[in-house]
């Protein structure tokens, strides 16, 4: 996955082979995150490379106020196309300079194919984010277990995706650094080498109107090194992969409620019958792997104050 192209790197690029920039060097790092066609008017434009005709420049005060407009729309910068015979004006460099926005001078005989194209290069990384959230949703959707979701996660991100502890506890993959982790901050985090994001306990009736539901986990990715992009793309898929876990946890936990309490009731009429008890309840105790014969110690306990919710 790509990082997002800089004028600097478009300008390396075989699409604008030749292409000069008039003025604006010092802006040459600026991201270009889409590319606009001037048509008379200029919206805003955050971080879009702005293309323009020649007559749009021509005569010179117009590139001077297209300049200006274009650094004030938010422009990362300017580049007029025009044939190879055309003379680039150059009165705006002072402004432009002084702006810090770059001005690219592009000969070209098919402008609108050298719009087309630019636009494919520069939105490459969205293409390709958009790609991999189709595929990890199409996968997670024939999931239903913790370890098989987080395994199509690891595959289609690649990156070594983990199901942790509120406390950075391995459930399914790696435990996380002490301390990478901050469990009191229940909304997702971006620190240098780690991505993490919450998974929510389901809500309950004793939860509060509008309140956030405690965190029963968290998921994350360790990493040593990643561009913004990827970064990115691997946050929304976990912000993707959190519903499924959310449901594979709740799930689990209802069956083990349900353990749980088969497992009282039982107790309870083993108890109460003693030597007397019935034959589904020997059958049922039998395959939970309980022994009838002889003598048991049972050990009660009990909370002095009532369990949280969770």
């Known amino acids: 996955m790509s990082a997002v192209a800089s004028v600097a790197d478009l300008l390396a690029d075989p ?13 040459l790092g600026r991201a270009v995150r889409d590319v606009t066609v001037h048509r008379g008017a200029l919206d805003p434009v955050d971080g879009h490379l702005v293309l323009c ?27 007029v196309t025009a044939d190879g015979a055309a003379r680039p004006p150059l009165s705006a460099v002072r402004l432009a300079d002084r702006l810090r926005i770059p001005v690219l001078w592009a000969a070209t005989d098919d402008p609108f194919r050298l719009a087309l194209d630019l636009t494919l290069r520069v939105r490459a990384p969205e293409v390709t984010r958009a790609r991999t959230v189709e595929n990890l949703l199409r996968r997670l959707a ?33 435990p996380v650094v002490p301390d990478a982790l901050r469990p009191e ?33 968290w998921l994350v990715w360790p990493f040593e090194r990643a561009d913004e992009d990827r970064a ?21 936990r ?30 049922q105790a039998v395959a939970l ?21 969770d």
Do not use: M, N
């Open 15 to 27: 699409l604008l082979a030749g292409a000069r920039t008039l003025a604006g060097h010092a802006g």
């Open 53 to 79: 005709a020649l007559a749009d420049v021509t005569p010179a005060y117009r590139l001077d106020a297209l300049v200006r407009r274009a650094q004030e729309a938010g422009a990362a910068a300017l580049c």
């Open 254 to 283: 209802t069956r083990a409620d349900h353990d749980s309490a088969v497992r009282r009731r039982l107790l309870a009429e083993v108890v109460t019958g003693r030597g007397t008890v019935s034959r589904e309840v020997v059958e």
């Open 289 to 309: 792997g309980w022994r009838l014969e002889d003598w048991h110690v049972g050990l009660a306990v009990r909370a002095e104050k009532p369990p949280a919710a």
């Open 142 to 174: 024939t999931r239903t277990e913790g370890p098989e979701l987080i395994a199509v996660a690891r595959a289609v991100l690649a990156a070594d995706v983990s199901l942790v502890t509120p406390d950075g506890g391995a459930i399914v993959g790696d």
């Open 185 to 217: 901050l229940a909304v997702p985090q971006r620190t240098p080498g780690l991505l993490a994001h919450p998974v929510h306990a389901v809500p309950f009736a004793g939860h509060l109107p509008g309140g956030t539901a405690p965190v029963t986990a």
């Open 232 to 252: 990115d793309t691997v946050a929304l898929g976990l912000a993707l992969l959190e519903p499924f876990v959310r449901s594979w946890l709740a799930g689990a």
